[in-house]
């Protein structure tokens, strides 16, 4: 099975996580996809191929040298903000312009420019197409592949790791950091070719409850307490220029998410996010600071706040392991490409793992447009992006344990 069709075979897989699940992973789905990745993956030769009980998958290349074992790891799970059902995957030979998606639906999409000339896969526009982060498992089983059917060029060890529920923040916390036995690892999840990532958001969420009193409106004078204009006045109090629509590169920024309520009762949910841990810091001192004293002015218990960090910046860790940042960008070069370092502005599981014992930066997979009805891959940068990864595991090649 070439890369590609193995590409084409996941894509169709639908497998979005469910934030409101508490079940590990969150949804039945993974585990199918799981079990599929298993099978695939001991008809490859991985013999120790296995899903263990929370649905994470591993699997290993033996080493034929004394060199660190290196580590890569994917995502198996889809965002639930898109429609994954009913996934209908296309090949379209990018001459430029707009791509039809969807006749019958108007929907269309124009492709980077720098993507002319290249094969994409595109879908037909009512759903996502899965390639965050599938893109990224079907490349590292393809430099899996590589160096098993290549006995003779000398590696290290190299580890594989499929991970449920990274779009929900999940995807690291049942990861077997000891078990998974890599020295270093890289996930491989989303962007061009040519950039990495070794720095990522701060990241908290905020649950603001606002408690009201409820009466006839005809009756509601010096008696009614609207929890929903409680809410709006919480929300006026934080900065509109640190929305995410107003935002880019190292700014960071709070975003409501999500809203319901009554009077009686209004629920708001906040991300906070900045990669400059001080700042970072301050923007959940402010949500304490709006809701101490929105709870004085109107009695306590008005607004209840629960903040959650969720991952910090990686930077932290990477930043102990230099050598890491140089061999990706050697290994990019190589490929005939020029490195560009991005400061992530979200989170992947690497963020977690670095701070679990396994320093893990991010590694391009050649998709585009993630999240969204107009997701795109490139067969030609997903090519690199494998070419990337076999410059890694052959400069680990070189390194003494």
């Known amino acids: 099975m070439t890369m590609m069709e193995r590409f084409l075979k996941y894509a169709v897989i639908g497998t979005n996580s469910n934030p409101k699940s508490d079940t590990i992973p969150s949804s039945k789905e993974q585990k199918e996809f799981a079990a599929v990745l298993v099978e695939d993956m001991k008809e490859m030769g991985i013999k120790d191929a296995f899903m263990d009980e929370y649905g994470y998958v591993y699997g290993s290349v033996e080493g034929n040298c004394d060199a660190p074992a290196v ?12 429609p994954c059902e009913n996934i209908k995957p296309r090949y379209v030979d990018y001459e430029g312009g707009e791509i039809i998606l969807n006749e019958e639906k108007g929907i269309t999409m124009t492709p980077d420019p720098r993507h002319i000339g290249h094969k994409l896969v595109v879908t037909d526009g ?16 393809e430099t899996a592949k590589y160096f ?128 400059d841990k001080a700042l970072f810091e301050s923007k959940k001192q402010r949500f304490e600071k709006i809701a101490a004293y929105m709870n004085e002015k109107y009695g306590e218990g008005a607004v209840k706040l629960t903040l959650t960090d969720s991952y910090y910046n990686m930077k932290e860790v990477i930043d102990q392991h230099p050598e890491m940042v140089d061999i990706i960008c050697q290994s990019i070069t190589e490929a005939g ?29 050649g998709g585009y447009n993630a999240h969204s009805r107009y997701e795109y891959v490139s067969v030609q940068d997903m090519e690199k992006c494998c070419e990337i990864q076999k410059n890694i595991i052959l400069k680990y090649a070189q390194v003494k344990k």
């Open 71 to 82: 580590g890569l790891i994917a995502h198996m799970d889809t965002v639930v903000d898109m």
């Open 126 to 141: 009512m759903t996502l197409l899965g390639g965050d982060d599938k893109a990224g498992i079907v490349e590292i089983l």
């Open 148 to 275: 098993m059917d290549h006995p003779e060029i000398k590696h290290g060890p190299i580890k594989l790791g499929f991970t449920p529920d990274e779009e929900i923040g999940r995807g690291a916390d049942k990861f077997d950091v000891k078990g998974f036995g890599a020295d270093v690892g890289f996930t491989v999840d989303g962007g061009s070719p040519e950039t990495y990532a070794y720095q990522n958001f701060n990241a908290c969420a905020a649950n603001v409850e606002l408690f009201g009193t409820n009466t006839h409106p005809g009756s509601a004078k010096n008696a009614m307490l609207n929890s929903l204009w409680l809410a709006m006045e919480f929300h006026s109090m934080l900065p509109c220029n640190e929305a995410p629509q107003f935002t880019s590169g190292f700014e960071g920024f709070s975003h409501l998410n999500g809203m319901s309520g009554n009077v009686e009762h209004t629920v708001m949910e906040y991300i906070i996010r900045d990669h």
């Open 337 to 365: 490409l020029t490195p560009v370092s991005v400061a992530a502005r979200g989170g992947t599981d690497g963020a977690r793992l670095s701070f679990m014992g396994l320093p893990c930066p991010n590694l391009g997979t």
